[in-house]
């Protein structure tokens, strides 16, 4: 089984620019055609993907924006955190070290206020 968290934006364009202009995310379209709208998209990292759907509360069972939490494993989280600091993303706290120094991570919120966490902790499979 394949896993993969989605997150729902009210406008995927922006968020597809926000996430990669603030997180260092590569944006991959699946729509066909015309993109000036885009309902699905994902987000790459690594051999990870975050799907990103367009907020569609009555095709989606409900509103979903801002209501998500992903994991993000990066290699260089201090360097990552400068990023997503000089972009202007709302940072909630500076890296710092956890279980006993065993990893070290932050978390911010993106556009639509959905919680990113990254951090050095691969889990395993």
């Known amino acids: 089984m394949d896993v993969y968290p989605t997150l729902t934006y009210r406008n995927v364009n922006l968020a597809l620019e926000w996430l990669g202009n603030a997180f260092g995310l590569e944006p991959r379209v699946f729509d066909e055609g015309d993109i000036e709208e885009i309902h699905h ?58 279980m006993g120094g065993a990893q070290r991570g932050y978390s911010a919120r993106d ?15």
Do not use: C, Q
């Open 41 to 98: 998209a994902a987000l790459m990292h690594g051999d990870g993907m975050v799907l990103v759907e367009s907020e569609r509360p009555n095709e989606l069972h409900g509103r979903h924006s801002g209501r998500g939490w992903v994991y993000v494993a990066v290699d260089d989280i201090d360097g990552h955190y400068e990023r997503a600091r000089a972009a202007g993303v709302d940072v909630l706290n500076e890296p710092h070290d956890a």
């Open 111 to 125: 556009l639509e206020g959905n919680l990113w966490t990254f951090g050095t902790a691969r889990p395993k499979r």
